[in-house]
């Protein structure tokens, strides 16, 4: 992506135009416009809408014409502007490991414990499936325990990784409690001498003939009924193909959307940088939980910016690698963060396909926002020059990396 942004910018300099106007007429549009390199149908494509709302909110417009007129003093600061999107694709490429499984308990005085396949790392994967099954059973939160992954509960594991955890984690889990509420409806309707198509259930509360029963009164009614309540769910991702050996198929369910507008100041005596403002919009889908997915944007987004920018891999003459700790390998902190961040969750945002509620993924995406940071130093640099190439800036985009790039492009050292 990275490789594919800088060959868009080169293009906007060899013919004098706004990147984003390249950009733009290079976004997926409609039949044939919609193909893939490996054949697969952008069904879902809503750049075009984020791009336009991004671009107004952030006043891009106003903002590149300002750092124009700045960038024609005779300062030594120099500051560029640069907005690009992502569009990343949810699934794994290997098929198989398109699947997963969850196991739902209910005890007889209504508390529900959950276990399933994925792993917790700080990405918020198991409060979002957990209020997946509270809203399910429509109970409170509290009364969901949800325990660490246990393959001697669910076996078959497939890895927490292409960002699919909560995609498919949820649904096997939604699927368990869809099989213990049909069993407890089944069994409320026996007791109620009607039938289980009869049998509602609104606001916690089973409504069988003239009764209406309370979840909690209801499952123990059950338990003293001799009905299970134990199940496992399970999920497999739908419509997801693809031959490697032809590099052809439908490898994703879907794509995940957003864009970033990031605005960078520079020192061209030094090479030092500074990231002024960032502005993000970015498509979730509806989003199961946004507080944790707004963190995992901005998140996200520093992550990446730590990848392009700062965090350089260095090996000595005998191959060592040397940058191997904290100490020596530098990661953004809290004083990297862009003065001016300001993240919003996409509200047009709907999954098309049948996902968990019509979410997205979020986690690796946004990400790849941080692009616009690596684009945003080159566009400084090469305010310096009336050359219609872009300058070599390689990635990370360190100060020393940045200097040698203005030093290249000025021809001073």
């Not at 939980?289 to 000595?316: H, K, R, S």
């Amino acid at each position: 992506m990275v490789g594919i942004e800088r060959v868009i910018d080169a293009i906007a300099a060899h013919l004098g135009l706004d990147p984003l106007e390249v950009r733009l007429r290079n976004l997926y549009g409609e039949a044939p416009r919609n193909v893939t390199p490996y054949h697969m149908d952008v069904e879902d494509n809503v750049l075009p809408e984020i791009f336009g709302e991004l671009r107004a909110s952030s006043e891009y417009d106003r903002r590149r014409e300002e750092i124009e007129r700045f960038n024609r003093s005779k300062g030594y600061i120099k500051r560029g502007i640069a907005l690009t999107p992502v569009k990343f694709g949810i699934s794994f490429t290997t098929t198989f490991l398109n699947q997963a499984g969850a196991l739902v308990h209910i005890y007889k005085d209504g508390s529900i414990h959950l276990n399933h396949g994925g792993t917790e790392m700080g990405q918020g994967l198991f409060i979002k499936v957990a209020q997946v099954v509270a809203d399910s059973f429509q109970v409170p939160l509290k009364q969901v325990k949800i325990t660490a992954t246990n393959t001697g509960k669910v076996p078959n594991t497939s890895a927490t990784a292409a960002s699919s955890g909560s995609d498919m984690n949820a649904m096997a889990a939604l699927d368990a409690v869809n099989k213990l509420l049909s069993r407890l409806k089944s069994f409320a309707a026996g007791q109620a001498e009607v039938s289980p198509e009869d049998v509602g259930y609104e606001n916690g509360q089973f409504m069988a003939g003239d009764r209406q029963i309370p979840f909690n009164e209801m499952v123990m009614e059950a338990y003293l009924g001799r009905v299970s309540l134990s199940a496992t769910g399970f999920y497999k991702t739908p419509k997801i193909w693809y031959d490697r050996d032809q590099a052809k198929g439908r490898p994703f369910l879907y794509f995940a959307y957003g864009a970033a507008v990031s605005e960078v100041e520079v020192d061209t005596l030094t090479g030092e940088y500074k990231i002024r403002r960032v502005d993000i919009l970015h498509d979730v889908g509806r989003s199961l939980n946004p507080a944790i997915d707004m963190g995992q944007i901005e998140g996200g987004f520093v992550q990446g910016m730590g990848w392009l920018t700062g965090e350089e891999l260095w090996w000595d003459k005998k191959g060592s690698l040397r940058t191997h700790a904290p100490s020596t390998y530098k990661i953004p902190t809290a004083g990297d963060v862009p003065r001016v961040f300001k993240t919003k969750i996409w509200e047009g945002g709907e999954n098309r396909e049948p996902v968990i509620h019509k979410s997205k993924a979020v986690g690796e995406p946004p990400l790849m926002l941080a692009i616009s940071v690596h684009c945003a130093i080159n566009q400084a640099i090469a305010s310096l020059s009336s050359s219609n190439e872009i300058p070599p800036l390689d990635t990370p985009a360190t100060p020393e990396r940045v200097l040698m790039c203005i030093q290249s492009v000025t021809g001073k050292q």
